[in-house]
């Protein structure tokens, strides 16, 4: 770098040695819905400045561009993959329920008294369930 015609403060505060994994193929290309992508971050040296500024901007515009455009379609999965999940809080629940009512309902149907504690035990069951599920969910559901 020095050959090159960089200053010493360049060599000590921009530049940094380059880590392997660095160097790496961008797995937003090959694991699109991969996790942990959310803490993804450029490297050091795609955030430099280069000597010749004028000559690279037009570049460096549509990298930081493309990947501006990355974190936000990330942000847009993960705002969706949320709305689902609080659906799906809503869903547990409301299958919680429907159980709790054909166990009503088939206890209400049972002729033998084996048969009817044995769902009158499934509707407290069930009932627990849903209870548990709402005190845990209450906080996250739409």
Known sequence: ???????????????QEILPEQL???KDVTEENRFGQGSDKLAWFWRVDGAHKSQQHAWMDEFYRVNWLKAKARWRRWEEELTLTRHEM?????????????WIQWSMEAMKSGYKAYAHRQVLLWEMFAEDAVDKFKDHML
Do not use: A, C, H, P
């Open 90 to 102: 809503q869903w547990t629940i409301s299958w919680f329920n429907f159980q709790k009512g054909q």
């Open 1 to 15: 770098m020095e050959r090159l015609g960089v200053d010493q403060y360049d060599l000590e505060n921009i530049y």
């Open 24 to 26: 790496t193929v961008d």
